[in-house]
C-alpha cells in the first residue's frame, strides 16, 4: 500500500500564495511521475502540474506561469508552489504519483492522496 498524504492547503487572499506538499510512504520501490490535480464543485477533475523523476514539467495553460512543482526524491515528497493566487484556484487539490511496488516491471501503482482545501476570497 502506498500512502500520499497532502498538506498546506488553507484559506488565502486574492494575490497571495500557498504551497502544498505531498509525502509519499508505505511499500514500494520507486516513484516514477508525482502530480497535482484539482477539483472544483461541479468540475471535472484537472491536471495542474506533474513532474517526472528526472524533473522534468508539465503545466495546465491555467496556471498562467504562476505556480511550480518541484519534488524532492529523497524524501519521496513533492511541492506545489502557487503564487498570485486567484478565486478560480479554489478547489481540492488532489497529490498522485506512480511508480513500482517492487523490482518488477509487472508490479505497477497509482495512488492518490486524500485531498487538501484551497480556498482563495477576492
Known amino acids: 500500500q502506498v500512502e500520499l498524504v497532502e498538506s498546506g492547503g488553507g484559506l488565502v487572499q486574492l494575490g497571495g500564495s500557498l504551497r502544498l506538499s505531498c509525502a509519499a510512504s508505505?511499500?514500494?520501490?520507486?516513484?516514477?511521475?508525482m502530480g497535482w490535480y484539482r477539483q472544483a464543485p461541479g468540475k471535472q477533475r484537472e491536471l495542474v502540474a506533474t513532474?517526472?523523476?528526472?524533473?522534468?514539467?508539465n503545466y495546465a495553460a491555467s496556471t498562467e506561469g504562476r505556480f511550480t512543482i518541484s519534488r524532492d526524491n529523497a524524501k519521496n515528497t513533492v511541492y506545489l508552489q502557487m503564487n498570485s493566487l486567484k478565486p478560480e484556484d479554489t478547489a481540492v487539490y488532489y497529490c498522485?504519483?506512480?511508480?513500482?511496488?517492487?523490482?518488477?516491471?509487472?508490479?505497477?501503482?497509482?495512488?492518490w492522496g486524500q485531498g487538501t482545501q484551497v480556498t482563495v476570497s477576492s
Open positions: 498522485n504519483a506512480d511508480g513500482l511496488r517492487s523490482w518488477s516491471l509487472a508490479s505497477p501503482f497509482v495512488s
Open positions: 508505505g511499500s514500494f520501490f520507486r516513484i516514477n511521475a
Open positions: 513532474i517526472t523523476a528526472g524533473g522534468s514539467t
